[in-house]
């Protein structure tokens, strides 16, 4: 990736790749994310947005739901699937803030986040 990214879109794009193999290969393959380096990408990196979860159970669940070929690794094509589910529910939740009356404390509380 020697271009300079021209668009925002492209430089989201060009930090998932980065953000990914940050993680990957720490332990093992280095095209794929162990359960390890998933949690910590999930806690370093989403934290604000999963709520600090420290949770195994829900690592471990994400892993299996991520896992297609169930071969205990994330490799990149599953982890942009989860990439793209998370950026659709965060769509969702703001989309429902928006067109609610008078918006939640929750809603009030992410949008105060977001301008910080």
Not at 13 to 36: A, N, P, V
Not at 55 to 79: H, Q, Y
Not at 86 to 96: E, H, P, R, Y
Request: charged share 35%; hydrophobic share 30%.
């Amino acid at each position: 990736m020697s271009k300079e990214p021209s668009s925002n879109l492209e430089s989201a794009m060009q930090m998932l790749i980065k953000t990914f193999h940050k993680y990957s290969g720490k332990e093992g393959d280095k095209y794929t994310l162990s359960r390890g380096e998933l949690k910590e990408l999930l806690l370093e990196e989403l934290g604000t947005y999963l709520g600090g979860s420290k949770d195994n159970e829900a690592v471990e669940k994400v892993m299996n739901d991520l896992d297609a070929n169930n071969d205990g690794e994330v490799d990149f094509t599953e982890f942009i699937i989860l990439m793209g589910a998370l950026t659709v529910a965060c769509n969702d939740f703001f989309l429902d803030c928006k067109t609610d009356e008078k918006p939640t404390d929750e809603c009030k509380g992410e949008s105060a986040q977001k301008k910080n």
